[in-house]
């Protein structure tokens, strides 16, 4: 299987500030990863599919990048409702699989 | 509107059996592979099965594989999980997943329905 490592697994931020998050493949996966954010109680939201390619309705505040076996999502501008956890998939094989996540925390 | 809702989850002992149900609506489910994404107590999400458009072709997690059997009701717009020799590691929300076409992205998602296994 191929493992999804992220990094951080939690940060602190505040409003307004520009955060990054990192996910890296255990070998290459192409472009074939998505992120998605997910709140207590709630289900996962589609946010970037193929790397970086931005799902309908989601804020432009949200970009991805990368190919192969190293990829990030960052979000420009912070705002309270994108304090949340974050993951990572990879759709390159199966079995697919996710990241660990990172919760982004208010400071 | 597009609407994935999953029943069937509750409290069973360890060794019982579960059958999970998810009911699409807004869309043709006859269309779209559908997986089953779950998600135990404080942890991340992880892959159990899926299936595609034709029922063909099941996909399992090697945790599952042999206790669990994914199957859909095109006529119905259903998508089932049965869930067998279950182990108190089953136990978490289990969300159904739309595919998004073409791009092995889950871009619908249920609310989930929570397994709980105790004795």
């Known amino acids: 299987d191929i493992q999804m490592t992220q990094s951080p697994s939690s940060l602190f931020a505040s409003l307004g500030d520009r955060v990054a998050i990192t996910c890296r493949a255990s070998q290459s996966i192409d472009s074939d990863l998505s992120w998605y954010q997910q709140k207590p109680g709630k289900a996962p939201k589609l946010l970037i599919y193929l790397a970086s390619r931005l799902h309908s309705g989601v804020s432009s505040r949200f970009s991805g990048s990368g190919s192969g076996t190293g990829f990030s999502l960052t979000i420009s501008s912070l705002l309270p409702e994108d304090f949340a956890t974050y993951y990572c998939q990879q759709s390159y094989s199966s079995p697919w699989t996710f990241g660990q996540g990172t919760k982004v925390e208010i400071k | 509107e597009v609407q994935l809702v999953e029943s069937g989850g509750g409290l069973v002992q360890p060794g019982g059996s579960l059958r999970l149900s998810c009911a699409a609506s807004?869309?043709?489910?006859?269309?779209?592979?559908l997986h089953w994404v779950r998600q135990a107590p404080r942890k991340g999400l992880e892959f159990v099965s899926g299936i595609d458009t034709d029922g063909y072709s099941p996909l399992y997690a090697d945790s599952v594989k042999g206790r669990f059997t994914i199957s859909r009701d095109n006529s119905r717009n259903t998508l089932y999980l049965q869930m067998g020799s279950l182990k108190t590691e089953d136990m978490a929300v289990y969300y159904c997943?739309?595919?998004?076409?073409?791009?092995?992205?889950?871009?619908?998602w249920g609310r989930g329905t929570t397994v709980t296994v105790s004795s």
């Open positions: 997943a739309r595919i998004y076409y073409g791009v092995g992205s889950y871009d619908v």
């Open positions: 807004g869309f043709t489910f006859s269309s779209f592979a």
